[in-house]
């Protein structure tokens, strides 16, 4: 399942969060529908590190949503280093729902880290003033950042933006000193603007610019394929850590690669299928303890190809693996794929999803004054879990 083939090493410390230590330093990026407890398990199984969960809208939290407050449930393993991170427009309402997390454990589980999502790229979190719409903001983005960090208190806040809006309005420097001087542990970039979203290579020099321009940790994103894009990110921008997205989809074995690489190891994972579809399976097995065998069989479905991907495999069967509802049916389908070395044609290909540029969604009127403390009109009023 290892090959020492022409490997990058070094040696990185610990990514330090006020009292936590995260080492190897590295962290799973929030993903939508992925990032669950199930998943999270998986990841940490492979490797150390700090996993966050799904993204939580503040509002939702705050108003007890139901689906939100199943959102914020730790596994047993991870209690001690929980990781939540928060999505919100309004500076009261981030610093309530901080406040819900840090006073009264939420699902039984005070979190020991907390972000604030202010890199998100998609419109319908644009065109309400969040995500990566809101550092152009400076001062609400200030207000949102000091209104947690005070609500959290002893827990370390931390904060995931882009590059900026577009190539006219870059916001990134500007979020980093802010987060700094309001008492952010550290700050995460991800190498595009947000009218990018996910298309295109990232640019990994502004990571390097804003390490150079705050005394916070700069975590790097984007385009982190394999542990060694992770090891030329850091030597290339100085960077304290990485967070990893899309690279980990189908591959959580790339964690293990992760804390080989930042330890000075040069092992890095491939396995053959069989031991793709023993993970497979490990995998649905834990979304089925989570949601019930038929549901979280339907939940595994989304996986698939992305385990999958460069391998053998025949077209009856990727149909039936996407409507598969049983661990059963699952095992029986995955012991007709034919067992085959890891197709390394698709190391450091893009994974998940991809889309072309288009124009950011915003507010009406949002460019306009960035000193504007106000949060945008209407923007808190829709409750939704996540």
């Not at 306009?368 to 949060?375: E, G, I, M, Q, Y």
Request: proline share 8%; with cysteine; aromatic share 6%.
């Amino acid at each position: 399942m290892t090959s020492t083939l022409e490997p990058t090493t070094t040696a990185l410390p610990p990514l330090k969060l006020g009292a936590l230590a995260v080492d190897p330093a590295v962290v799973l990026a929030p993903m939508a529908g992925i990032t669950n407890p199930a998943f999270r398990t998986l990841c940490r199984e492979f490797g150390a590190g700090l996993y966050v969960c799904e993204m939580i809208t503040t509002r939702a939290l705050v108003e007890r949503n139901e689906k939100t407050l199943r959102m914020v449930r730790a596994t047993t393993d991870e209690a001690d280093a929980f990781s939540v991170q928060l999505y919100g427009v309004d500076p009261a309402t981030v610093g309530r729902a901080v406040e819900m997390l840090v006073d009264e454990g939420v699902a039984g589980t005070r979190p020991a880290h907390i972000d604030l999502n202010f890199g998100c790229p998609v419109p319908k979190v644009t065109r309400k003033g969040g995500g990566s719409a809101l550092p152009w903001r400076r001062v609400l983005f200030g207000d949102i950042v000091r209104s947690a960090v005070r609500a959290a208190r002893d827990v370390p806040v931390t904060v995931k933006t882009r590059i900026g809006i577009d190539p006219d309005h870059v916001t990134y420097l500007d979020a980093g000193r802010i987060a700094q001087d309001e008492g952010a542990a550290a700050i995460t970039l991800h190498g595009r603007t947000a009218d990018q979203l996910y298309s295109g290579t990232a640019d990994w020099s502004p990571i390097a610019r804003l390490v150079e321009s705050v005394d916070i940790p700069v975590l790097g994103n984007g385009d982190i394929w394999e542990a060694d894009d992770a090891l030329r990110m850091v030597a290339e921008t100085g960077c304290a850590g990485v967070v990893i997205g899309r690279g980990c989809l189908g591959r959580p074995w790339l964690f293990g690669d992760l804390a080989a690489a930042f330890t000075g190891r040069p092992e890095r994972a491939l396995p053959t299928m069989a031991e793709v579809a023993a993970i497979m399976h490990r995998h649905a097995t834990l979304l089925a303890a989570e949601h019930g065998e038929r549901h979280g069989c339907a939940d595994f479905r989304k996986h698939v190809a992305w385990y999958l991907k460069g391998f053998s495999v025949g077209s009856d069967v990727r149909r039936a693996l996407a409507m598969v509802s049983g661990l059963d049916e699952l095992a029986g389908l995955l012991a007709r794929i034919p067992d085959q070395p890891y197709p390394v044609a698709v190391l450091g290909a893009p994974r998940g999803r991809t889309s072309p540029p288009r124009p950011v969604a915003l507010p009406e009127g949002w460019l306009a004054d960035r000193d504007d403390p106000r949060p945008p009109s209407g923007a808190e009023l829709e409750v939704s879990g996540g």
